[in-house]
């Protein structure tokens, strides 16, 4: 069973039963992500007619709300448990898609669902990154996490293409109903197991001490705002290459099949060798996909340049987090916790501000996949 998963092969000891719980939520969670996390941009764009700075804006209002968000998030879960968080997330998940749909009457809605996005985050992610840095073992935390990683590949091999099918043949309504109807039933494992839980006090002070023992971590953290325009701009360029949903399922589907075995071997690597080699090597191969991402112009273009993405992504993603991982266990979990999802927040933040503006000054996709590679070079002070 996935709750009691252990590949003698692949790890040293057999993961904790907290760990076992994470990967079936997640497995559960990602899988009705999948279904609709390629489409909400294409939504924005296409449906609702968003111009491409309008579609930066509705996600600077996520993470403006997330910023702050994520300190009482942070508090709830030491205080609540991590899987109480986790499952309190659920509620403003499902009133996200809701009021996504609904804005196709009354725009105005889209801000509340841009809220319900950032609140849902606030309480998901202290929730999960605890949880994997409390129960994850020091000498395979790389292996333990690149299966998360490859659970979310798997979920990504089916949920685009799934979705895009829905999309095109039943509209988004399905789309979104759906996804909703199967992310319900990602809490379920997440309690197999009582959760045993010392509430523990956060002070927003131990994280702020962080970001001023680590600003060039802080600076490496940054680099997420290329993940942002992964999310979200990429996606809308493979719409408008492919012009069709299940054909964009299509392209998310292939590319998510080769990055899942990259995900295991990667995971195995990063437990055996220097991390900030991988790290370096991950962020300059990354860069250099952003910018060949200029040449993209057929599908076959496309779905070559989604699968290196996903791989170079992979390369320092896995690492990255493992490092993360390790030193919010080595410390104080939530504080480092909120330290690192802060920091990603500004990356994501400014690359909405920036990518905002030189999309309206320029109107050129290729300006973006510019500012994609320089975000993607700041993992390398990780």
């Known amino acids: 069973m996935l709750l009691n998963y252990h590949l003698p092969s692949y790890f040293s000891k057999k993961v904790r039963a907290e760990i076992g719980e994470l990967y079936a939520s997640s497995?559960?969670?990602?899988?009705?992500?999948?279904?609709?996390?390629?489409?909400?941009?294409?939504?924005?764009?296409?449906?609702?007619?968003?111009?491409?700075?309008?579609?930066?804006?509705?996600?600077?209002?996520v993470y403006a709300v997330y910023i702050p968000g994520i300190i009482f998030g942070g508090r709830f879960a030491s205080l609540y448990g991590y899987k109480h968080a986790i499952a309190m997330s659920v509620p403003f998940q499902i009133l996200y898609w809701v009021v996504l749909l609904l804005a196709r009457e009354n725009p105005g809605l889209v801000?509340?669902?841009?809220?319900?996005?950032?609140?849902?985050?606030?309480l998901y992610w202290p929730?999960?990154?605890?949880?994997?840095?409390?129960?994850?073992?020091?000498?395979?935390?790389?292996?333990?996490?690149?299966?998360?990683?490859?659970?979310?590949?798997?979920?990504?091999?089916?949920?685009?293409?799934?979705?895009?099918?829905?999309?095109?043949?039943?509209?988004?309504?399905?789309?979104?109903?759906?996804?909703?109807?199967?992310?319900?039933?990602?809490?379920?494992?997440?309690?197999?197991k009582r959760e045993e839980f010392i509430p523990k006090a956060y002070n927003y002070k131990d994280t702020w001490q962080l970001f001023k023992t680590f600003p060039k971590k802080f600076l490496g953290y940054v680099g997420f705002g290329e993940e942002l325009l992964v999310l979200?701009?990429?996606?809308?360029?493979?719409?408008?290459?492919?012009?069709?949903?299940?054909?964009?399922?299509?392209?998310?589907?292939?590319?998510?099949?080769i990055a899942t075995v990259l995900a295991l071997i990667i995971g195995k690597i990063t437990d055996q060798y220097t991390k900030r080699i991988l790290i370096k090597l991950g962020a300059f191969f990354s860069a250099l996909v952003w910018v060949a991402r200029v040449t993209a112009s057929s599908v076959w273009n496309v779905f070559?340049?989604?699968?290196?993405?996903?791989?170079?992504?992979?390369?320092?993603?896995?690492?990255?987090?493992?490092?993360?991982?390790?030193?919010?266990?080595s410390t104080h979990v939530m504080p480092y916790v909120v330290f690192f999802e802060q920091s990603l927040s500004v990356g994501k933040i400014t690359a909405c501000l920036l990518g905002m503006l030189l999309f309206y000054l320029t109107g050129s996709f290729?300006?973006?996949?510019?500012?994609?590679?320089?975000?993607?070079l700041l993992y390398m002070f990780i």
Not at 162 to 177: E, N, R, S, V
Not at 305 to 314: F, V, Y
Not at 366 to 376: A, E, K, N, Q, T
């Open 304 to 329: 070559t340049l989604d699968t290196l993405s996903r791989a170079s992504k992979e390369m320092d993603f896995i690492p990255i987090s493992t490092v993360t991982y390790v030193r919010a266990e």
């Open 111 to 122: 801000f509340v669902a841009a809220i319900a996005y950032g609140l849902q985050k606030s």
């Open 232 to 257: 979200t701009i990429w996606p809308i360029f493979i719409f408008l290459i492919v012009k069709n949903f299940e054909k964009t399922g299509f392209v998310a589907t292939g590319a998510s099949l």
């Open 27 to 61: 497995a559960i969670a990602n899988m009705a992500l999948s279904i609709t996390l390629v489409f909400e941009p294409i939504f924005l764009y296409s449906i609702l007619h968003f111009t491409v700075p309008q579609v930066f804006l509705f996600f600077s209002l």
């Open 366 to 376: 290729m300006v973006l996949f510019i500012l994609g590679g320089l975000y993607s």
């Open 127 to 192: 929730g999960f990154h605890a949880l994997m840095a409390r129960y994850a073992d020091k000498g395979q935390v790389g292996r333990e996490f690149s299966v998360i990683y490859a659970i979310i590949s798997i979920t990504q091999i089916l949920g685009p293409l799934f979705g895009g099918w829905l999309a095109q043949h039943y509209g988004m309504t399905a789309t979104f109903i759906i996804a909703a109807l199967v992310y319900c039933f990602s809490v379920m494992p997440l309690f197999a």
